[in-house]
Nanobody, 120 residues
Framework: MRLAESGGGLVQPGGSLRLSCAAS????????IGWFRQAPGKEREGVSC????????YYPDSVKGRFTISRDNAKNTVYLQMNSLKSEDTATYYC??????????????WGQGTQVTVSS
């Protein structure tokens, strides 16, 4: 199982980015997929998750209304659309596959991460 993130970069405050999480070696359809981020000196934080059982999505208050997770099973890819970005969103973003179809079951396979920097 392999996950590869892409789409990170440098963006000004208020801007947008769309991150992609492409899977290889397995089918994303059967797994919950989460997005996490970690900034230097800070703990890893979950920023979104989408289940595979019913497509339920989850967001913490810090990103609710600004981030949207979606999945394209035909492309075996999950996306994270990030709008109204703030400097505090600066971090390395990782996607991870759940052990099952629920966002509550833990995550076992991780990508290598993509850097997002929000700065003017």
């Amino acid at each position: 199982m392999r996950l590869a993130e892409s789409g990170g970069g440098l963006v000004q405050p208020g801007g947008s980015l769309r991150l992609s999480c492409a899977a290889s070696g397995f089918t994303l359809d059967y797994y919950a997929i989460g997005w996490f981020r970690q900034a230097p000196g800070k703990e890893r934080e979950g920023v979104s998750c989408i289940s595979s059982s019913d497509g339920s999505t989850y967001y913490p208050d810090s990103v609710k209304g600004r981030f949207t997770i979606s999945r394209d099973n035909a492309k075996n890819t999950v996306y994270l659309q990030m709008n109204s970005l703030k400097s505090e969103d600066t971090a390395t973003y990782y996607c991870a596959a759940g052990y099952g179809d629920s966002c509550n079951g833990g995550f076992g396979s991780w990508g290598q991460g993509t850097q997002v920097t929000v700065s003017s």
